[in-house]
């Protein structure tokens, strides 16, 4: 080989530098495209590197690779939107197949035995409270005789000396 023939092909490497660097750049970046699954953005790059270099083999491997990736994926999607769907289809198929519920009779619900357990103890201690007051009235008017004045001062006298 000449010294002109070995300047030429060193002048020639010298002026792929920049471009050879700009490749690899531009490779890099749709690999990853390529992994945050921008296909569209990666498929661009790589026929961009392709119509200047068309024999490049990274370039030619990586757009194989992604169409192989991208295939993949996406049937995987379709297969698992497929899974999902089904899911829900058969779900829907045994809600379907369940007998609705019926609408509990209000007197069946935790609230109304609630308040029906108080109401029935306030009626009850009420009517305790009132018979209690009437025998004892009855109790005194029998010791005291039908003086109503009487009576009451006396009931009243005889709790305040129980107490003491």
Not at 120 to 140: E, K, T
């Amino acid at each position: 080989m000449s010294v002109t023939e070995q300047k030429t092909i060193f002048e020639e490497m010298i002026e792929d530098v920049p471009a050879s660097r700009e490749k690899r750049k531009k490779i890099s970046k749709a690999k990853h495209c390529v992994s945050r699954e921008e296909w569209d953005e990666a498929d661009a790059i790589y026929d961009e590197i392709l119509a200047e270099f068309p024999e490049d083999e990274a370039a030619l491997r990586g757009k194989m690779l992604l169409h192989r990736k991208r295939t993949r994926v996406e049937s995987e999607n379709l297969r698992r939107e497929e899974k999902k769907n089904a899911r829900l289809e058969k779900r829907a198929a045994r809600e379907a197949k369940r007998r609705p519920r019926k609408a509990r009779p209000i007197f069946h619900t935790k609230q109304f035995l609630v308040i029906a357990a108080i109401v029935f103890l306030l009626v009850g201690a009420a009517v305790a409270m009132i018979l209690g007051i009437v025998a004892h009235r009855n109790s005194a008017n029998e010791l005291y005789g039908e003086n109503a004045a009487v009576t009451d001062t006396c009931i009243i006298l005889n709790q305040k000396t129980d107490v003491y």
